[in-house]
């Protein structure tokens, strides 16, 4: 690789090292991402009056807007059901089914899962954090399981918006997709159990006795989850349906509302208090870093960054390594799913058309398995920071159990690419 192509990646490569050196010693994620966009504009010659008008744009989305009150709504649902003890009783209801503890560990975060809501991985850390309360395990423990499981369903559930654009650019019915990406919620859940429920020391219930499942009580305490989850989804299609021009997100706005003010009415909250926990200074750091990562975003998708470092890997007969490296690499400096879907696969598609291969299949599916464990890998994916808000650790000590996970993820997806091909 010539020089002048190796720049862009070891200029990205800097940013990074100096994002995780601000989070290490404790500048705040959210200031050391801002700082990372600002060092990614002076990096590759963003004039400041552009990046101050990028960082603007980036704030005023109305996508950015919705995704902030969906996070904010996410937080008050879940505070609520923490602070009442509603997930307590929750888990005390359905333990008579989730009678195995590591099974149970991970149940809550995969069902939240097949909510596609930026930042859900939130919602289910305090049912992880209650499922765990009899076992002695560390909160880095309780990240892993609560960040993996969450994202489990990324490559098979058809509702997440990546799997949708993929589809589109390649030209492939969604559902055909979906026949080839499926053996990726297995390799997933054997990657889960092998790094972060399988070495987790157990211990034993203290007694033999598990309580009876009654089924009233369980819909009873899980009417808030259960309404956030469907009716979040029935809104969304509903709105995608029938208002077309509506953003589909408000669907999952107006579910949230909806569950918020069933859980507040079970236990008798009233707005002042709902309003003090959306005052609470935890939450608004937790918004402040999502503005971070879209202004970061903004920068890497209007300073024409990604496709700098895209055109820098990308060169003639290096279609493998296209369809392979550049949306690993897209994914890790997004942290986002639709990111590297967006924008590496009208390149990655482009070239296999120039080269006159038919057969497109290989390359997409490649091309999300490589993204998504760069997504996985991502410090800066909004979940996995999240989450380490939530259990109050710091992301730098809990990332390189990461690592491994996801380079076999991507080492699969090279392997199943070359069955597919």
């Known amino acids: 690789m010539e020089t002048s192509s190796v720049i862009p990646l070891a200029k990205i490569f800097f940013v990074f090292m100096a994002m995780l050196a601000g989070i290490k010693f404790r500048l705040g994620i959210g200031t050391s991402i801002l700082g990372g966009s600002v060092l990614t504009g002076l990096l590759f010659g963003i004039p400041a009056w552009k990046w101050v008008i990028i960082a603007g744009e980036s704030l005023l989305d109305l996508k950015l807007i919705l995704l902030a009150i969906i996070v904010l709504l996410i937080m008050i649902l879940s ?3 923490e602070n009442t003890g509603q997930n307590k009783r929750l888990m005390h209801e359905l333990s008579g089914l ?5 099974f149970r560990l991970a149940f809550f975060p995969a069902l939240i899962g097949l909510l596609p809501m930026p930042g859900g991985a939130v919602f289910s850390a305090p049912m992880v954090k209650s ?18 499981f969450r994202h489990i369903w990324e490559l098979i559930w058809p509702l997440y918006p990546g799997l949708i654009l993929a589809a589109h650019f390649s030209g492939i019915p969604l559902v055909r997709l979906l026949g080839y990406t499926w053996p990726g919620l297995l390799v997933c859940l054997i990657l889960g159990w092998f790094f972060f429920l399988r070495p987790l020391k157990i211990k034993p219930p203290k007694n033999n006795e598990t309580p009876r499942f009654k089924p009233r009580k369980a819909f009873y305490e899980s009417l808030p989850l259960a309404i956030a989850i469907v009716g979040s989804l029935s809104l969304e299609a509903l709105v995608w349906s029938f208002v077309p021009s509506v953003y589909p997100e408000v669907g999952l706005v107006a579910g949230l509302f909806l569950a918020i ?15 003090a926990f959306a005052g609470e200074k935890h939450l608004w750091q937790m918004l402040f870093v999502v503005l971070a990562i879209f202004v970061f975003k903004g920068t890497l998708d209007n300073g024409e960054i990604v496709r700098e470092i895209s055109s820098a890997i990308a ?11 550049i949306p690993l690499m897209v994914g890790v400096i997004s942290g986002i799913t639709i990111a590297f879907v967006g924008a590496t696969f009208p390149l990655i598609l482009g070239i296999v058309d120039q080269l006159g291969i038919e057969a497109n299949a290989p390359y997409v599916v490649l091309g999300l398995f490589a993204g998504l464990a760069g997504v996985m890998v991502s410090p800066i994916h909004i979940c996995f920071i999240l989450t380490c808000e939530f259990f109050h650790t710091n992301l730098a000590s809990v990332w390189p159990k990461l690592i491994l996970p996801c380079l076999l993820l ?7 690419f070359f069955i597919l091909s």
């Open 79 to 81: 505070r609520i059901m």
């Open 98 to 102: 989730l009678k195995w503890p590591r």
């Open 131 to 148: 499922a765990a309360l009899d076992q002695d395990l560390a909160n880095k423990d309780k990240i892993l399981i609560n960040y993996w």
């Open 261 to 275: 003010s069933v859980c507040s009415r079970q236990n008798r909250v009233s707005l002042t208090r709902v309003l």
């Open 315 to 325: 060169g003639p007969g290096t279609l493998l390594a296209a369809a392979a490296v």
């Open 410 to 416: 991507f080492l699969s997806g090279l392997g199943y």
